[in-house]
């Protein structure tokens, strides 16, 4: 069973950046693609991007293509989100979930372990 812990979220201004960090704890880390979901007040959790376990294939939702970039570090079995030109509708708690399976894939029902989030507000 993995234990999957998210930090970096804050507050930015528009236009800004954070680096968004999931520690993850257990022995199938490296076998298994990682994915970033966010939740919006009032929302339902969407898809924001995933990796596959040795990194080589990512995936991005349309929202966040260009401004977001998803990596992995196998041998520290942590996987980082870097978000750049930070927009108002990004504003979410970000949750970082471990798949099942080891390619990547955008659907919700693939991931098995999540984290607690870390919640990213940008102003206007």
């Known amino acids: 069973q993995a234990q999957l812990v998210e930090s970096g979220g804050g507050l930015v201004q528009a236009g800004g950046s954070l680096r968004l960090s999931c520690a993850a704890s257990?022995?199938?880390?490296?076998?298994?693609?990682m994915g970033w979901f966010r939740q919006a007040p009032g929302k339902e959790r969407e898809f924001v991007v995933d990796i596959s376990s040795l990194g080589g294939s990512t995936y991005y939702a349309d929202s966040v293509k260009g401004r977001f970039t998803i990596s992995r570090d196998n041998a520290k079995n942590t996987v980082y989100l870097q978000m750049n030109s930070l927009k108002p509708e990004d504003t979410a708690v970000y949750y970082c979930?471990?798949?099942?399976?080891?390619?990547?894939?955008?659907?919700?029902?693939?991931?098995?372990?999540w984290g607690q989030g870390t919640p990213v507000t940008v102003s206007s």
């Open positions: 979930a471990q798949s099942k399976v080891s390619w990547a894939t955008h659907r919700r029902i693939d991931y098995i372990y």
């Open positions: 257990g022995r199938t880390f490296s076998s298994k693609a």
